[in-house]
């Protein structure tokens, strides 16, 4: 139950922990193609918890990210993913004008402000 | 269009290459592009090799899957954590291929070109088949998602690719900026998916939550986050329903 990825091959980690528990919707989705009714319940709740986890991981990635972007201070990690998401707000909720805006502040904030 | 062909005249390979085709003509070609472009970066930062990336790019082919699956297993989560939180994103594919699969099958197809062909089957390449496909001869169908999918794919693999160089070789500054794609593009995608109240909810939950939990340095931080967040979010909405 405490296999972490350092454990086995990351292949074989990949299969389990990736693949499999992804592809195995698809399988069921061509063997029991019966229709989901997607207002069920059910259903309303296992979207709230699939939204809440990548949400999760969203901040995550943010607050303590990997590699490169833990060279940003948070303080312009935090601006400007807050300017991007105004902005998506702003301009349509456009994605793409979210994105574009977003790493406009934390390049233009890293070179202003940045170590 | 003034191009669709009668059955007769349309082979399979064709089919397959008018999706693929379709596919680039398409504009999630371009978020794609840009997203696994993030997702590359990210699978470089987190210590994974580029075939191990364009390995899960392919095995995978869900974008919230693989950011969740690097991101659990790059910080040591474990193997059981990263699974259930994968599955639970992964169930929203189900009623994706229940929808899509009675629009292409004919009796003669076979499970296991069902089985196949479903691989490819993720939001992008979704909504486009659902697009498309009425232009296209019931007997064609099938090939002419895989061509779509594939013709999805393909770039996804090459942006994965190439996030992960760029990763690995841009100066800080812009290498922290290919890195910031993946939370900033999966916020803004996640909040347009969000129409009903309790989806918006989920996400504001999630993105408070998750860091208390992880600060908490409680057990599974990220799977009971996930749970108590959607389970806060849905409460609400059922609270909002019965006092209606």
């Known amino acids: ?115 | 269009m003034t191009d669709t062909q009668p059955i007769e005249r349309m082979t399979s390979a064709a089919a397959f290459c008018r999706g693929a085709v379709e596919a680039g003509r398409s504009v999630f070609v371009y978020v794609l592009f840009g997203t696994f472009i993030g997702y590359g970066a990210l699978a470089h930062d987190l210590g994974f090799t580029i075939s191990w990336s364009l390995t899960s790019t392919a095995l995978i082919w869900a974008g919230p899957a693989q950011v969740i699956v690097v991101s659990a297993l790059g910080a040591g989560s474990t193997l059981v954590q990263a699974a259930v939180a994968v599955a639970l994103s992964g169930i929203r594919l189900m009623p994706m291929v229940v929808a899509l699969l009675p629009m292409v099958k004919t009796p003669k197809t076979r499970s296991w070109q069902l089985l196949a062909s479903a691989h490819f089957i993720a939001v992008s390449m979704w909504v486009e088949s659902f697009r498309l496909i009425p232009q296209i001869p019931r007997e064609r169908r099938l090939a002419f998602c895989n061509g779509l999918g594939a013709g999805l794919m393909v770039p996804a693999l090459v942006a994965t690719a190439i996030g992960y160089a760029l990763a690995a070789r841009l100066p800080t500054v812009l290498g922290a900026a290919v890195l910031f794609i993946t939370p900033i593009a999966f916020l803004a995608s996640t909040a347009r998916n969000s129409r009903l109240l309790v989806d918006k909810l989920a996400l504001v939950f999630g993105l408070v939550l998750a860091p208390v939990f992880a600060y908490a340095q409680v057990e599974l931080d990220m799977l009971l986050a996930g749970v108590t967040a959607g389970t806060l979010a849905y409460g609400c909405h059922r609270f909002r329903e019965a006092m209606r």
Not at chain 1, 31 to 57: C, N, Q, Y
Not at chain 1, 79 to 103: D, N, P, Q
Request: aromatic share 10%; glycine share 10%; with cysteine.
């Open chain 1, 1 to 115: 139950m405490s296999l972490t990825v350092g454990d086995i091959d990351p292949y074989l980690a990949l299969v389990l922990a990736g693949f499999l528990p992804n592809e195995v919707w698809r399988w069921l989705g061509v063997f029991f193609a019966r229709r989901i009714d997607e207002e069920s319940e059910v259903m309303v709740w296992v979207r709230a918890v699939a939204t809440a986890i990548l949400a999760g991981v969203i901040a995550q990635l943010v607050l303590t990210p990997p590699g490169g972007l833990a060279s940003v201070p948070l303080a312009i990690r935090l601006a400007a993913i807050t300017a991007g998401f105004i902005a998506f707000l702003l301009l349509r909720r456009s994605v793409f004008a979210g994105v574009l805006c977003g790493e406009a502040a934390l390049v233009g904030l890293s070179l202003l402000f940045g170590p």
